[in-house]
């Protein structure tokens, strides 16, 4: 077994430091490389790991980066898997990297980022201290499954970590009802009030009743399926969450300020991002921090002090005026940038880069359950839009149909053509691929503007 | 002139965008100055189906299905029947489109009764047939091509009295066995095909169109639209997928 295991993390490190020789972030061959010699790896490296999982269809990396920044803050020894390896090669390796050659751990703790369908086996391999759910969406990955399929993958992970506290979004009905079919201790968080004055409307994931199959009423919504949902035939209903976002008191271009109330005390959180969505996301992190014991004065600078994730509302500066990248992989992330967008200022040019590469998913066709049609409310904010990927005809198609005139969309074959036209226009610029076009754009912004590679 | 859309169940058959088709009939009605109404049907609702003139009917997770039926059921049924009858035009998309035939047998064997307006049935498989597709729709004029996304793994057979919608040239269609795709019986078009289906196919969206406008008001025509952008992105899919046979 000890030999095992050392043959297979040296193997591992070795061949993640020729691909980056060649200049290749990629962890998951290196990890499947490690899981082929000895199985029972990730079990034998985590062993004497504390572990938080974040897992959920959407916010899994911000949460991520928030929490680990409030282990950075607290001077705690941790690693994460930086790069959104997610599934068990990727975790593996990030494993790895952070244990000696025999498989001692050179850290405490780590912060894994888990794919919802990998959280079973993963889950079962770490035996995490804290598990934190964000929320249950229809994700355009998993699209032949249905949103119950997604939430099986990961009440099937919980039951994988029978010591683990289990933080979750008491707004998302999917979500919530993890509680009642794990024995785990459990702490809800969310948030009680609406966020925007004027959402986009959407199709709702899980209109009925996950009990009794009645429509669900709500006493109000954030936005999607998330809010005050209650079922008015069987009582199942939002759970009061222990750490609540109360009031929403300022909603900036690049930050939120909030009133929260943590097990009953209440305080005031600036929270260095924009976007409904991102609320979640810092008190889902302030959960986990409550949840591991970390003082609430420092969880409260990290979620005000940390930047942006990969491709998560990050910035790039085109000299003089800059470019945000926003990432979305389904209709509810989608609609949340639509609303983001209608709380701009200033003018400002919107990009939109589809692909459909196994990554972004093959079927495009959830951009006509986005509510594109929230950009006729924007037309003088919005005076241009950008067309780009792979798919950027059935994206130009979806514009038209929204009502967009066809005299503002302006579509661009390839990058280096999008980026020079970025770059020469003084407008800010929002942009918004999916998964492999935010790849291979950011790769060439990095190129021309500077910025990390993707594995640092 | 103004034509009348049903929407049918867009509470529960709302998946992979299929709504786009009603957005896509509304758009290029109003871009050719036809006023248009559409009214949602949800569970539950009833509304008199000799006002409409074009109903639309997509697909669902399985959740739902038990509901659905019980409300299809109590009387939606026989409307639709007739609607058929009437000579109305449909537009039935996978789980939709599955709904207008006898019935679904899952293979454990366990069998949901359907409408059964049209003579065919499905059956579960254990094969996904998932991908881009494209298929010659002999109903259009020079048999043209329809691109999308097909995503279902139940099989369809055809019946006597239903012709096929097409013949599939990429993908897997009706059941990946005997080259058909989707079914035509009087003006009822069911397809697997998302995308949505009407949008990059701008022909079928309007012989739709011009089916239903011809039924209201006989001798009515669409003048043509300026269909640049749908043209791009139906011929990006179609060289792509001539290229991956």
Redesign the interface.
């Known amino acids: 077994m000890r030999f095992r295991v050392f043959l297979a993390v040296t193997a591992c490190k070795l061949s993640i430091k020729i691909l980056r020789l060649f200049g290749r972030g990629g962890t998951a061959i290196p990890g499947k490389i490690a899981l082929r010699i000895c199985p029972d790896l990730l079990a034998a490296l985590a062993k004497d790991v504390n572990c938080v999982v974040v897992t959920g269809t959407n916010g899994k990396t911000t949460s991520a980066r928030i929490i680990e920044e409030i282990f950075l803050r607290n001077g705690a020894s941790y690693f994460a898997n930086r790069s959104g390896a997610n599934l068990i090669n990727g975790v593996t390796a990030v494993f790895i990297e952070n244990a000696t050659l025999t498989g001692k751990p050179k850290k405490e703790n780590a912060v894994i980022e888990c794919d919802e369908a990998a959280s079973k086996a993963v889950c079962k391999l770490i035996d995490p201290a804290v598990v934190l759910v964000t929320n249950v969406f229809r994700d355009q990955l998993d699209r032949y499954g249905e949103v119950s399929g997604t939430l099986n993958n990961i009440l099937i992970g919980i039951q994988n970590s029978p010591n683990a506290v289990v933080c979750l979004n008491a707004d998302c009905s999917l979500t919530a009802s993890i509680a009642e079919r794990v024995p785990n201790k459990v702490v809800f968080y969310g948030v009680d009030v609406p966020i925007y004055k004027d959402p986009v409307s959407e199709v709702s994931d899980a209109p009925h009743c996950i009990r009794c199959k009645h429509e669900y009423d709500y006493t109000y919504r954030t936005f999607a399926h998330l809010g005050g949902f209650y079922c008015p035939d069987c009582g199942y209903k939002r759970p009061d969450p222990q750490v609540s976002v109360t009031e929403i008191l300022e909603t900036g271009v690049s930050h939120t300020r909030v009133r929260v109330r943590v097990f009953g005390d209440d305080d005031i959180v600036t929270i260095n991002l924009p976007g409904g969505y991102n609320i979640y996301n810092a008190v889902s992190a302030l959960t986990v921090s409550e949840a591991v014991g970390f003082p609430r004065n420092t969880a409260k600078e990290a979620i005000s002090g940390f930047s942006c994730g990969f491709g998560r509302m990050e910035e790039f500066d085109l000299g003089g005026h800059s470019a945000r990248i926003i990432l979305v992989k389904n209709p509810a992330g989608c609609n949340q940038v639509l609303n983001y967008l209608s709380g701009l200022s200033e003018k400002t040019v919107f990009v939109c880069c589809l692909n459909d590469n196994s990554a972004d998913g093959k079927d495009v066709s959830w951009i006509w359950d986005a509510n594109f049609e929230k950009l006729n409310d924007l037309d003088a904010l919005i005076p241009e839009i950008y067309v780009s990927g792979i798919r950027a005809g059935d994206m130009a198609v979806r514009l038209k149909y929204a009502g967009i005139n066809e005299d503002k969309l302006r579509i661009f074959s390839d990058y280096d053509a999008l980026i020079a036209a970025m770059q020469t226009q003084p407008l800010p610029v929002i942009i918004m691929p999916t998964y492999t076009a935010m790849m291979d754009l950011r790769a060439k912004m990095s190129a021309v503007f500077g910025g990390k590679e993707f594995w640092e | 002139m103004k034509l009348n859309i049903c929407h049918l169940y867009p509470?529960?058959l709302?998946?992979?965008?299929?709504?786009?088709n009603i957005?896509?009939l509304k758009?290029r009605l109003e871009w050719r100055g036809i006023d248009s109404e559409v009214t949602a049907l949800p569970i539950g609702a009833n509304a008199d189906f000799t006002r409409f003139d074009l109903f639309f009917i997509g697909g669902g997770?399985?959740?739902?299905q038990?509901?659905l039926l019980a409300d299809l059921h109590s009387g939606k049924d026989k409307e639709i029947l007739s609607a058929i009858e009437d000579e109305k035009v449909f537009l039935c998309i996978c789980g939709g489109y599955q709904m207008m035939g006898q019935y679904y047998r899952t293979h454990t064997g366990q069998q949901y009764d359907f409408i059964g307006a049209l003579n065919l049935h499905t059956l579960g498989s254990d094969l996904?047939m998932?991908?881009?597709y494209m298929f010659r729709c002999e109903a259009l004029s020079g048999g043209s091509t329809v691109v999308g996304?097909e995503?279902h793994s139940g099989k369809t057979y055809l019946g006597e009295g239903v012709s096929p919608l097409g013949t599939v040239l990429h993908g897997y269609g009706n059941n990946g066995e005997d080259g058909t795709e989707g079914a035509r019986f009087k003006n009822v078009f069911g397809a697997y095909c998302?995308?949505?289906i009407l949008?990059?196919n701008p022909e079928f969206a309007d012989f739709l169109l011009q089916t239903a406008l011809s039924r209201r008001y006989p001798g009515a025509t669409l003048p043509p639209l300026n269909d640049v952008?749908?043209n791009?992105?139906h011929g990006?899919?179609t060289n792509r997928m001539e290229k991956a046979v």
């Open positions: 509470d529960v709302n998946l992979y965008g299929d709504t786009g957005l896509c758009r997770q399985d959740f739902e038990e509901v996904r998932i991908g881009n996304f995503n998302h995308g949505p949008p990059k952008l749908e791009k992105a990006y899919m």
